[in-house]
């Protein structure tokens, strides 16, 4: 069975950095693609960072645009996300998901991605 592990969650300061990472374990594993998304106590998942593996295009929300930076290793795979500049409001569970989709989707969608790890918290004080 496929599993996604994330790491490196915890409690920063605002204008702190911190680096999450996500490796997936288990029986053969492939994808086309990683991301990260995450979910604010009271709020809905939303997209963070994605990244295809084919061309190493990545994607991400324009709340993170030149904060954080998505990267990864397909051959290994491992994705990692770097948060810099973090605010208040980057406080969530950070999740990652894997997606096994060859053709045209969209990254931001939730429903693209078939595997998802159990999530890392990260707090952000002010």
């Known amino acids: 069975q496929v599993q996604l592990v994330e790491s490196g969650g915890g409690l920063v300061q605002a204008g702190d950095s911190l680096r999450l990472a996500c490796a997936a374990s288990?029986?053969?594993?492939?994808?086309?693609?990683m991301a990260w998304f995450r979910q604010a106590l009271g709020k809905e998942r939303e997209f963070v960072a994605a990244i295809r593996w084919r061309g190493g295009a990545t994607d991400y929300a324009d709340s993170v645009k030149g904060r954080f930076t998505i990267s990864g290793d397909n051959a290994k795979n491992t994705v990692d996300l770097q948060m810099n500049s973090l605010k208040p409001e980057d406080t969530a569970v950070y999740y990652c998901?894997?997606?096994?989709?060859?053709?045209?989707?969209?990254?931001?969608?939730?429903?693209?991605?078939?595997?998802w790890g159990q999530g890392t918290q990260v707090t952000v004080s002010s």
């Open positions: 288990g029986r053969t594993f492939s994808s086309t693609g």
């Open positions: 998901a894997a997606t096994r989709i060859y053709g045209l989707y969209d990254p931001a969608r939730g429903g693209a991605y078939a595997n």
